[in-house]
C-alpha cells in the first residue's frame, strides 16, 4: 500500500465515512446500533465521544489515536478486505481502519454480532 493512499485516509473525516458503514449495514437489514456496537467494541469509545468525534469531523489518524481502548481482540480480526490480508498490514493506523472495514464487512454479509466480535 502506497504511503500518499495512506495519507489519503489517515486525513478522511471518521464523519464522512460513517455514514457509508450505517447505509452499507441498513442495506443488508442491519441497524446503525450494531454498527455502533461494533465500533465502541473496537474503539473504546461509547455514545457520547463517538458523537464528539463526528461533530469534530475528526480524521482516521485522530479517530484511532485518541480511541480509548482498542479491543485487545483486535489480533483475532483476520481475513481479506480491500486486497489486502488485515493481520498483515503493517502500517498500524491503517490496520485499524481496515479492522474496521472488515468487521462492517462482516455486519453487511450476515454473520452473528457474536461471531463479529469474538466472543
Known amino acids: 500500500m502506497k504511503a500518499s493512499n495512506n495519507e489519503r ?4 473525516s471518521f464523519a464522512g465515512v460513517y455514514p457509508h458503514y450505517i447505509q452499507k449495514a441498513e442495506k443488508k437489514g442491519r441497524t446503525k446500533a450494531e454498527v455502533d456496537e461494533i465500533i465502541f467494541w473496537l474503539t473504546g469509545y461509547n455514545e457520547t465521544t463517538l458523537q464528539q468525534v463526528i461533530e469534530n469531523k475528526t480524521d482516521f489518524e485522530n479517530f484511532f489515536a485518541k480511541a480509548p481502548s482498542l479491543n485487545p481482540n ?3 480480526i483476520t481475513g481479506v478486505i480491500c486486497g489486502y490480508r488485515v493481520e ?4 498500524p493506523v491503517m490496520q485499524k481502519v481496515r479492522y474496521l472495514d472488515k468487521l462492517i464487512d462482516e ?6 454480532m457474536e461471531k463479529i466480535l469474538r466472543k
Open 107 to 112: 455486519l453487511a454479509k450476515g454473520k452473528t
Open 74 to 76: 483486535v489480533s483475532k
Open 88 to 91: 498483515n498490514i503493517e502500517d
Open 9 to 12: 485516509v489517515y486525513r478522511m
